[in-house]
């Protein structure tokens, strides 16, 4: 049993995929409520596939992009869980799993790319092939260097319409859809590290400089 969450987007979803297809999914209802909502989630859909936490076989999370927060509460979850129950967690960058939704439903059927919210009025984006497969990026930039007539999935097409007005596909990743990566191999694994493409927001204060 697969138990999936992402945190990239400004909601937490979390899945259960039993090895033939998904069984359990949610998402919470409230925004920027990561810490407080993604352990009522796991238990939601525990509960609702009536499994236990030893009948998980395997642990899988979304990497991001993403803001440092969000990104921090899934990925210390997911490495935590996978340690205490000595199973294996994998990793998928959060713009894959549109992708691949997009690819799979038939949203996206052509070059096309993945547009999501980076907040400071940017956008993380990721260009793909009309099966789903990453081309280039991503990156994180202004939408207006960024901007493009190509098909768009993601929040980033609702938020800067005038620079990506081909929008179409889901808005932001389903935790449903990364498990399906993660069982049938449609996206490439990577290490369970945060990918930020930016420093985080809260830094480290520097050490005071040496007064001579």
Not at 103 to 122: H, I, L, M, Q
Not at 157 to 169: C, E, K, V, W
């Amino acid at each position: 049993m697969l138990l999936c969450l992402d945190t990239s987007s400004p909601t937490v979803t979390v899945a259960l995929h039993d090895g033939a297809d998904v069984v359990a999914e949610q998402a919470s209802e409230q925004a920027m409520k990561h810490g407080e909502q993604l352990a009522p989630l796991i238990e939601g859909v525990m509960r609702e596939a009536g499994v236990v936490r030893q009948d998980l076989t395997a642990l899988g999370v979304g990497v991001g992009p993403g803001p440092f927060t969000g990104l921090r509460v899934g990925l210390v979850t997911a490495r935590t869980l996978a340690f205490v129950l000595e199973i294996p967690v994998y990793a998928v960058c959060s713009l894959d799993v549109l992708a691949v939704e997009a690819a799979s439903t038939g949203a996206a059927t052509g070059d096309f790319v993945v547009a999501t919210d980076a907040r400071r009025k940017e956008v993380y984006l990721a260009s793909y092939d009309g099966a789903g497969a990453r081309t280039s990026g991503p990156v994180v930039d202004k939408p207006a260097a960024l901007a493009t007539a190509l098909p768009t999935v993601g929040e980033g097409a609702i938020l800067y319409p005038d620079h990506f007005p081909s929008r179409t596909g889901p808005a932001r990743p389903s935790a449903g859809w990364l498990a399906r990566c993660i069982a049938e191999e449609r996206a490439e694994l990577c290490d369970p590290e945060p990918m930020y493409l930016r420093r985080p927001d809260v830094m480290d204060p520097h050490s005071p400089k040496r007064v001579s």
